[in-house]
């Protein structure tokens, strides 16, 4: 069926499928608060699910010296940046937990990524950084230094291996593992920073 128009044209009725699909789109701040939570979970926990799966790979563009970046470190500075002290602490050690059973237990790198969480929450809270593209690549670059040179620390307590070797190793490890950390540090912050802003929108 066809209306005319004012301007003596003849305009298309809306076909009631694209009335009801309109009609459907609720926008999230109008969801039942349930099932915001439902989504906020479903996005953190299903980010962390990624990053797991992405440590191991290798992707082009994604390598330095058969180095990989530190998703998971990523992840905290991210979590942390936006959150009190003990939530960095705790988002760190549960995830440096995740990565020991994809690893090994010992060295752990719950202690690693526990004061990335630790340090990273301290300074938001003093309001050393700002919360942009360049500070979270720059606090990713430090944290992955500091990282790895604290999990260098425990396998040199261990005395299982020469330390000169660990510490000429590490060196390598804790820089390539910097720069393609903060290289990538966007992809992972960007996506999550803009979800968990519009969940405080949501609750404000």
């Known amino acids: 069926m066809k209306i005319p128009s004012f301007n003596g044209r003849q305009q298309k009725k809306p076909k009631s499928s694209e009335r009801k699909s309109k009609s459907y789109r609720k926008p999230i701040a109008r969801w039942h608060p349930n099932a915001v939570r439902l989504l906020d979970w479903s996005v953190t926990v299903g980010s962390v699910l990624l990053c797991l799966l992405l440590l191991p790979t290798r992707f082009p563009g994604t390598e330095l010296l058969g180095i990989g970046p530190n998703w998971l470190l990523i992840w905290v500075v991210a979590w942390s940046v936006k959150r009190s002290l ?112 519009k969940r405080k929108a949501i609750e404000q």
């Open 86 to 197: 003990w939530e960095g602490v705790v988002a760190g050690i549960v995830l440096g937990l995740l990565q020991d059973a994809m690893t090994s237990p010992d060295p752990t790198h719950a202690l690693t990524l526990g004061l990335v969480g630790l340090i990273t929450g301290l300074m938001q809270k003093q309001r050393f950084i700002q919360e942009d593209f360049i500070s979270i690549a720059l606090i990713v670059f430090v944290m992955a230094i500091l990282a790895e040179t604290i999990f260098g620390m425990q396998l040199s307590l261990i005395g299982d291996r020469k330390v000169e070797y660990i510490w000429a190793y590490y060196q390598r490890v804790a820089l390539a593992s910097a720069i393609l950390s903060s290289l990538w540090a966007p992809v992972v912050y960007y996506p999550l920073n803009l979800w968990w802003q």
